[in-house]
């Protein structure tokens, strides 16, 4: 079976999870350092050529009242630039009150200050990737978010 690959696209930094082969569980891979656009897709796809992914799950920052704002117009336009580079599978998927989540499990493993801080892009995309894997799981194959063209 394949992986799927979760991310955080955010404006400095990127979080990398990864499912395991049968797409159950979702743990933190990296985070990568986006110092511009063309090296940031590479490295996402160089990863997903190691580890065998079929599908990208990417978060989307909705607004709490569900509209799609700057950042979130950000993300899809990165989200396409990726679709462009490979024929895997994009997915977007709510990434509301990730980074809340996020900050509370690594808070609750003990992590503080500044290891903290290094690991909470790679936590938020496992929480995206899990929420995934948990409605697939919950589901079946969900429909993906469509999100308005830019």
């Avoid at 511009?36 to 709490?64: C, F």
């Avoid at 079946?140 to 978010?145: D, H, P, R």
Wanted: glycine letters at 8%; zero cysteines; charged letters at 25%.
């Amino acid at each position: 079976m394949h992986r799927a690959m979760g991310l955080d696209v955010g404006d400095k930094k990127i979080g990398v999870a990864l499912s395991d082969p049968s797409q159950v569980l979702a743990t933190p891979l990296k985070t990568i350092i986006r110092v511009n656009e063309d090296g940031a897709i590479k490295e996402i796809l160089g990863l997903a050529r190691k580890h065998d992914i079929s599908k990208i799950i990417v978060g989307l920052p909705y607004s709490l009242s569900g509209a799609i704002g700057k950042q979130a117009e950000k993300v899809l336009l990165f989200s396409k630039q990726i679709a462009q580079a490979t024929d895997i599978e994009i997915i977007m998927q709510d990434e509301r009150l990730t980074s809340v989540s996020a900050n509370q499990k690594l808070r609750e493993a003990g992590k503080k200050g500044s290891k903290l801080k290094n690991e909470m892009d790679a936590a938020a995309a496992t929480v995206i990737l899990q929420a995934y894997l948990d409605e697939v799981k919950l589901n079946g194959e969900i429909a993906q978010l469509e999100p308005p063209n830019l």
